[in-house]
């Protein structure tokens, strides 16, 4: 069995990929800014900090490797919504807190725990992204938007450099999930009153549907650290029914650039 690292892991989505893997036989690395102190789970070890700080990370990677070896499977689970407001309304440090935990951080890990991975010519590299960065731009969600269509760009290029070294990468969207982030997104709805109609619409209709079931997202992310799933590698991938239908995912590379 392998072992992963899994962030923003000890609650909601990620605690749940951890739990599957966990649960296959793979040992697990929980990272997170709140660690769950009552792990029972003896195949997942926590670890507290924050993955938006490099010197936390380049730490981690060099306490992971000496104290459990090489990551072979890493999940990019953690995430904020960041601020819903219009950009000349948006709070500086919030807007940029959410770049540097949903899109910066993935590069921060990728780029310390990849190495081993190219070595081994085994990886997985997997990214929680969101369907916020297929649709068409609108009011509000800036921050969290911009973040995951760099993710999902950064994911593209990531997995360009290791296409055929036996290292994957790929993006997945989770569905809509009631987490502790939806609370958040529900409570700043409410506060923005009737300029945050459509999220209070949104919030309702998950809380009506009862949101996808976090297992979903752990289900697909066990198809894709099988070694069945070693040909999937710079995809944007959908977990199996999910309340909102799949939209149009990223378009696929021309062959060659029109001056070659």
Not at 142 to 156: E, P
Not at 191 to 206: I, M, Q
Not at 214 to 238: H, Q, T, Y
């Amino acid at each position: 069995m392998s072992l992963a690292l899994v962030t923003g892991a000890s609650r909601g989505i990620g605690r749940e990929i951890a739990l599957a893997l966990a649960s296959a036989g793979h040992q697990v690395i929980a990272v997170s800014r709140t660690p769950n102190k009552d792990e029972t789970n003896q195949r997942i070890t926590s670890i507290a900090g924050d993955i938006s700080d490099l010197a936390f990370v380049n730490d981690l990677h060099e306490q992971v490797q000496r104290d459990h070896g090489n990551i072979e499977i890493l999940v990019n689970a953690a995430g904020i919504f960041g601020p819903i407001a219009l950009i000349k309304d948006s709070n500086p440090h919030q807007w940029l807190e959410t770049m540097m935990i949903d899109a910066i951080s993935c590069y921060y890990t990728s780029r310390a725990f990849l190495p081993a991975m190219l070595d081994a010519r085994w990886g997985r590299i997997i990214n929680l992204s969101s369907a916020a960065a297929l649709h068409q731009p609108g009011k509000l969600n800036s921050a969290y938007a911009t973040a995951k269509v760099a993710l999902n760009q950064f994911t593209r290029h990531l997995a360009a450099e290791i296409s055929g070294s036996g290292v994957t990468a790929n993006v997945i969207h989770p569905g809509d999930v009631r987490s502790e982030m939806w609370a958040d997104i529900s409570a700043k709805a409410d506060a923005l009153g009737e300029a945050g109609v459509d999220y209070k619409s949104w919030v309702d209709w998950v809380e009506k549907t009862g949101g996808d079931d976090p297992k979903k997202a752990a289900d697909l992310i066990m198809k894709l650290v099988s070694d069945e799933s070693a040909n999937i590698n710079g995809e944007f991938l959908w977990i199996d029914n999910p309340l909102q239908a799949p939209i149009d995912s990223w378009d696929k590379p021309v062959d060659a650039p029109p001056w070659l």
